[in-house]
T-cell receptor, first 114, second 113 residues
Framework: AQTVTQSQPEMSVQEAETVTLSCTYD???????LFWYKQPPSRQMILVIR??????QNATENRFSVNFQKAAKSFSLKISDSQLGDAAMYFC???????????FGEGTQLTVNP | DTAVSQTPKYLVTQMGNDKSIKCEQN?????MYWYKQDSKKFLKIMFS???????INETVPNRFSPKSPDKAHLNLHINSLELGDSAVYFC????????????FGEGSRLTVL
C-alpha cells in the first residue's frame, strides 16, 4: 500500500519569509499524481498545487512551488513571501493514475508570525 | 455556486441514533468519495463510487452505508452511532477514476454524545 509521510507536525515562519514543508512517499508505481492541499481553520480542503510524476519540471503556482525528486520519492512545498493567510494545516497527497484512491500524509500545521 | 456541497455542516446527536449526510456535486464528475477526518486531522478514505458503482469500500463498520442515487449525489447513512464516530466527514469528487485532483466539500462535523 502506498504511504505518505510528513515528518514535520508543526512549522512556523515569519511573515514575508520562505518556508519549506517536507513530504516523502512510498510507491512502486512509475506514474502518479502528487498534491499539496491546504486546510485553514474554516475546514475547507483547498488544492494548492499538483505535480504529475512523468513531468520533470517542478510545478509552480504563484508563491507556491514544489521540489519533486522522483528517485528519492520526495515532494516538498516551498512557500515564498509567506502571508498571514497561509496559516493552515498542509497535507501532502498521492494518487495513482490507475486508481481512484487519494492517500494523505499526516499534515503539517503552519503558523505564520507577523 | 458551490461545486461540492454537503448537508448538514454540523450534526450533534446521541449514541445509538441513525443519521445521514448528503452530498451533491455540480461539476459533472464521474467519481465521488467519502473521507473521514479524525480528531488528529488524519484523512482516511471510506468509500468511492464511479458512475454510481462502488469502487472502494475500506475497512469501515457496516453501520456505515453509502448510497449513490445518481453520479451527482453520494449520501452517507450511519446506523447506531457510537462515540468513536465523532469526526469530520468530507465528500469529494473527481473527473474520473484516474483523473487528477479531488474537489472537496466543506465537511460535516458529526458529534456523538
Amino acid at each position: 500500500a502506498q504511504t505518505v509521510t510528513q515528518s514535520q507536525p508543526e512549522m512556523s515562519v515569519q511573515e514575508a519569509e520562505t518556508v519549506t514543508l517536507s513530504c516523502t512517499y512510498d510507491t512502486s508505481e512509475s506514474d502518479y499524481y502528487l498534491f499539496w492541499y491546504k486546510q485553514p481553520p474554516s475546514r475547507q480542503m483547498i488544492l494548492v498545487i499538483r505535480q504529475e510524476a512523468y513531468k520533470q519540471q517542478n510545478a509552480t503556482e504563484n508563491r507556491f512551488s514544489v521540489n519533486f525528486q522522483k528517485a528519492a520519492k520526495s515532494f516538498s512545498l516551498k512557500i515564498s513571501d509567506s502571508q498571514l493567510g497561509d496559516a493552515a494545516m498542509y497535507f501532502c497527497a498521492y494518487r495513482e493514475t490507475s486508481g481512484s484512491r487519494l492517500t494523505f500524509g499526516e499534515g503539517t500545521q503552519l503558523t505564520v508570525n507577523p | 455556486d458551490t461545486a461540492v456541497s454537503q448537508t448538514p455542516k454540523y450534526l450533534v446527536t446521541q449514541m445509538g441514533n441513525d443519521k445521514s449526510i448528503k452530498c451533491e456535486q455540480n461539476l459533472g464528475h464521474d467519481t465521488m468519495y467519502w473521507y473521514k477526518q479524525d480528531s488528529k486531522k488524519f484523512l482516511k478514505i471510506m468509500f468511492s463510487y464511479n458512475n454510481k458503482e462502488l469502487i472502494i469500500n475500506e475497512t469501515v463498520p457496516n453501520r456505515f452505508s453509502p448510497k449513490s442515487p445518481d453520479k451527482a449525489h453520494l449520501n452517507l447513512h450511519i446506523n447506531s452511532l457510537e462515540l468513536g464516530d465523532s469526526a469530520v466527514y468530507f465528500c469529494a469528487s473527481s473527473r474520473g477514476l484516474a483523473y487528477g485532483e479531488l474537489f472537496f466539500g466543506e465537511g460535516s462535523r458529526l458529534t456523538v454524545l
